[in-house]
């Protein structure tokens, strides 16, 4: 394919835009699922349970999506028409979403709200790969980590400022879910589909010369050269992507234990009730905000910082350090009675999240080759699913028996694999991309 020309800053921002309607979808559900599921009746020891949608829908749909993207040739581009069709599905899911009437129907909406994004995420990452040359890899996808910490510092805190600007935290819809809540998901639908919208026509894909195209077009079509294409590029997985794996099994088994209980955990340490339908477990979904969107916001003002760190240092040692810190500062999280006192511990964890969202996007796009960059990003997103599904799968048969029942503990436990996920980035070897053609 053509040498993509080099774009300056600003349009390397643009073209990330729609990665802030996506991630604050995102960070909605982050915030605000677990206690939407309590509020309908959910029991929390199963909580994991039912938030097996986006870990089964990324599974099974990112794979697909990206092989499929790699072989798309529309007017429209590659990726586009895929990103496009998520975003206008994904802002459907939100505005239905709050107004669930039961547990099986919000169930139900996050398959289709998480299918949705999965087909926005996995062609808006190749895009980026796409349309940057391999030194400008660094700004694109950690000023896309960037917009993931704005994004989600907007959806945590959406809530509270609702509530600043004088609207009733303790009011509830029918279905006891907050009012502050239902605002928070109408206004999601409309960043998602705006963002993206924005994005594609300040940025659009570059299109594909002759040879590339002629040699798309020779490709076999159809669902049996999809799958066989997947199973072809994970059998051929370079070094680098495959020791990228066993970080992510403890990074994202970390992450995924932390986003589901931490409501719960805030509500029993600080506020000293386990009870969904007490105002202090209200208060406690609102503490979450706060604290989530500072988090969030000190990924957002990191990510720019490690562009420079990436360079001098890897991404491989200043991932291996952020995610230390979220280790010590979810230790300390769990331990913490006075709200005011989790600030500090959580700027460790918003430096991993900017990291989780960049660096080791830096590590798989040097070593791929361009042509597969779709189904490589899609397979990449089964090493976030994969560890998920196991969380949610294993973590409600030792939550009363090894972790005592209680959600501060699940926090601990989130400390300690972000911890051996540190270690695990220390054994992946940063190559140079192969080339099909070589």
């Known amino acids: 394919?053509?040498?993509?020309?080099?774009?300056p800053f600003w349009q390397i921002v643009n073209m990330n835009v729609g990665f802030l309607g996506?991630?604050?979808?995102?960070?909605?559900?982050?915030?605000?699922?677990?206690?939407?599921?309590?509020?309908?009746g959910a029991d929390e020891a199963r909580l994991p349970l039912l938030w097996l949608a986006g870990p089964m829908t990324g599974l099974l749909v990112q794979p697909i999506v990206g092989a499929r993207s790699d072989r798309t040739t529309s007017r429209w581009g590659r990726r586009t028409p895929y990103?496009?069709?998520?975003?206008?599905?994904?802002?459907?899911?939100?505005?239905?979403?709050?107004?669930?009437?039961?547990?099986?129907?919000?169930?139900?909406?996050?398959?289709?709200?998480?299918?949705?994004?999965?087909?926005?995420?996995?062609?808006?990452?190749?895009?980026?790969?796409?349309?940057?040359?391999?030194?400008?890899?660094?700004?694109?996808?950690?000023?896309?980590?960037a917009f993931t910490g704005l994004a989600q510092t907007l959806a945590y805190?959406?809530?509270?400022?609702?509530?600043?600007?004088?609207?009733?935290?303790?009011?509830?819809?029918?279905?006891?879910?907050?009012?502050?809540?239902?605002?928070?998901?109408?206004?999601?639908?409309?960043?998602?589909?705006t963002t993206v919208v924005w994005s594609v026509w300040r940025v659009p894909e570059l299109p594909l010369d002759d040879a590339a195209l002629k040699e798309m077009q020779a490709r076999p079509a159809g669902v049996g050269a999809t799958f066989r294409e997947i199973v072809s590029a994970m059998r051929e997985m370079p070094p680098t992507m495959r020791r990228l794996w066993w970080m992510k099994l403890f990074q994202w088994y970390g992450m995924q234990s932390y986003w589901i209980y931490i409501v719960p955990s805030l509500a029993l340490t600080v506020f000293g009730t386990s009870d969904a339908t007490t105002a202090g477990y209200r208060d406690a979904?609102?503490?979450?905000?706060?604290?989530?969107?500072?988090?969030?916001?000190?990924?957002?003002?990191?990510?720019?910082?490690?562009?420079?760190?990436?360079?001098?240092?890897?991404?491989?040692?200043?991932?291996?350090?952020?995610?230390?810190?979220?280790?010590?500062?979810?230790?300390?999280?769990?331990?913490?009675?006075e709200s005011g006192a989790l600030f500090l511990p959580m700027i460790g964890v918003g430096l991993a999240w900017a990291s989780i969202m960049g660096n080791p996007y830096i590590l798989l796009a040097g070593s791929i080759p361009s042509e597969r960059a779709g189904v490589y990003m899609g397979i990449f997103n089964m090493f976030i699913v994969v560890p998920m599904l196991l969380q949610m799968l294993t973590l409600p048969l030792y939550y009363e028996t090894l972790l005592g029942g209680r959600p501060d503990n699940v926090i601990r436990l989130a400390g300690v694999l972000l911890g051996c996920a540190a270690v695990a980035t220390l054994f992946v070897d940063g190559r140079s991309k192969p080339s099909l053609a070589a």
């Open 1 to 7: 394919m053509t040498k993509p020309p080099r774009l």
């Open 22 to 40: 996506i991630q604050f979808s995102f960070g909605l559900q982050q915030s605000n699922m677990s206690p939407i599921y309590q509020y309908l």
């Open 83 to 145: 990103f496009l069709v998520g975003a206008i599905v994904c802002s459907i899911g939100l505005l239905l979403m709050p107004f669930s009437p039961t547990l099986w129907f919000a169930a139900s909406m996050l398959w289709i709200l998480d299918a949705a994004n999965n087909v926005t995420m996995e062609p808006y990452r190749a895009y980026v790969s796409d349309r940057l040359n391999r030194d400008q890899h660094s700004a694109g996808f950690l000023t896309q980590s």
């Open 157 to 193: 805190l959406s809530p509270s400022i609702f509530v600043w600007l004088g609207m009733n935290k303790d009011a509830v819809g029918g279905n006891h879910i907050p009012q502050v809540t239902m605002t928070a998901f109408v206004i999601g639908a409309v960043f998602s589909i």
């Open 285 to 337: 979904g609102l503490l979450n905000g706060k604290v989530g969107g500072f988090y969030n916001f000190v990924g957002f003002l990191s990510a720019f910082a490690m562009v420079p760190l990436s360079r001098r240092f890897g991404p491989k040692a200043v991932h291996a350090v952020c995610l230390l810190l979220a280790a010590a500062g979810m230790w300390t999280i769990a331990g913490t009675t």
